[in-house]
């Protein structure tokens, strides 16, 4: 999130965040993934405020090819798939308010966190 924010900053938008940690995948959403980074802390969804306004789902998935009209909003989302190793914006996947460390993607990994939480 350091790091999202200091992008945010950097860029000149402002992050909405809409969802983050869910106890179980969101039933008869087509994002119903098996190993959701949601369960586990490490996705958000989120919309953005950008020098033009704002931008939900339908407006971020405009800017896949980061041409979309508000350069601010442009600028974040290059940095996040392109600066940081890490972080994956879900256009890749049809969703493009969403934001994960891509921890989902390691079954071990994952499975370990999500036994940790599951007490919780």
Not at 47 to 52: D, I, S
Not at 68 to 85: A, E, M, Q, T, W
Not at 89 to 99: Q, T
Request: charged share 20%; hydrophobic share 30%; aromatic share 10%.
């Amino acid at each position: 999130m350091n790091d999202m924010n200091g992008y945010a900053q950097t860029c000149g938008v402002e992050i909405k965040v809409t969802s983050h940690f869910r106890r179980s995948p969101v039933t008869g959403n087509q994002w119903n993934a098996k190993r959701s980074c949601h369960m586990i802390g490490h996705a958000i969804d989120m919309n953005l405020l950008g020098k033009n306004g704002f931008c939900d789902g339908s407006c971020l998935s405009k800017y896949s090819s980061y041409n979309g009209p508000d350069s601010s909003i442009n600028c974040f989302l290059k940095k996040i798939r392109y600066v940081h190793p890490l972080l994956h914006w879900g256009i890749d996947f049809n969703d493009p308010v969403h934001i994960d460390d891509r921890l989902c993607t390691d079954a071990a990994e994952y499975d370990k966190v999500h036994a940790t939480l599951s007490g919780c």
